[in-house]
């Protein structure tokens, strides 16, 4: 069965801080993997990644995938209190589904 | 650019009662519409997709059930509800099939009591 678990579950810190997310997967037929943020209500699109190495960055935000290893990671540099969400990664099968992690809850303290 | 609606923002139904949620799509043709019900503010989880108007592929055996009478507009209902289906509901849609970016509107939240 396809799985995606993102850790750590849950992450405090201070503005200012430096995090990196985690999310790996064991899936059959990758094709993708997407990052998005929510805070009150709908997730809204970071990232997508389809090739391994290559960095796609916004910001202060970037994320990386390694398909060897079956992981990515997203990273926020210099955090702020608006940065404060759950970030959901998801991976994407050969069925064109969408198969998301249960979530990491960020929390950046002033 | 596209829009997605969702409403109610806010469901309060008893135990055995039926539902109606709806989302539509503007600024799109023939997109991709997905229903999701997220728990515990935590992972997605896919209920039904749609390629086309009457086309509905269900992920998850439940009392519930999704309609699409028009191309933007989703419908996500069930005849009488259970305590589970308490939940966060997300209706999505994507612009190409596939394992692509998926835009999601602001969600319905079911409370079943």
């Known amino acids: 069965e396809d799985k995606v678990v993102q850790s750590p579950l849950s992450l405090v810190v201070h503005e200012g801080d430096t995090v990196t997310l985690n999310c790996s997967y064991e899936?059959?037929?990758?094709?993708?993997l997407l990052w998005y943020k929510q805070e009150k209500k709908a997730p809204t699109f970071l990232f997508m990644l389809?090739?391994?190495?290559i960095e796609k960055k916004s910001g202060r935000l970037s994320s990386i995938l390694d398909k060897k290893e079956l992981f990515s990671i997203l990273n926020i540099t210099a955090t702020q209190t608006g940065d404060s969400a759950i970030y959901l990664c998801?991976?994407?099968?050969?069925?064109?589904?969408?198969?998301f992690g249960q979530g990491t809850e960020l929390s950046v303290k002033p | 650019s596209q829009t997605i609606h969702q409403w109610p923002a806010t469901l309060v139904q008893p135990v055995g009662s039926p539902l109606s949620l709806e989302c539509t799509v503007e600024?799109?043709?023939?997109?991709?519409l997905y229903w999701y019900r997220q728990a515990a503010g935590r992972g997605l989880q896919l209920l039904f997709y749609?390629?086309?108007?009457?086309?509905i592929s269900s992920e998850v055996p439940q009392n519930l059930s999704a309609s699409r009478p028009q191309d933007r507009q989703f419908i996500l209902s069930s005849k009488k509800l259970l305590l589970s289906d308490s939940g966060f509901y997300l209706c999505?849609?994507?612009?190409?099939?596939?394992?692509?970016?998926?835009?999601f509107g602001p969600g319905t939240r079911l409370t079943v009591t």
């Open positions: 999505a849609w994507s612009v190409r099939p596939g394992p692509y970016e998926q835009y």
């Open positions: 899936v059959t037929n990758f094709r993708s």
């Open positions: 389809t090739s391994s190495g």
């Open positions: 998801a991976f994407g099968n050969q069925g064109g589904k969408l198969i």
């Open positions: 600024g799109t043709s023939n997109p991709n």
């Open positions: 749609s390629v086309g108007i009457g086309q």
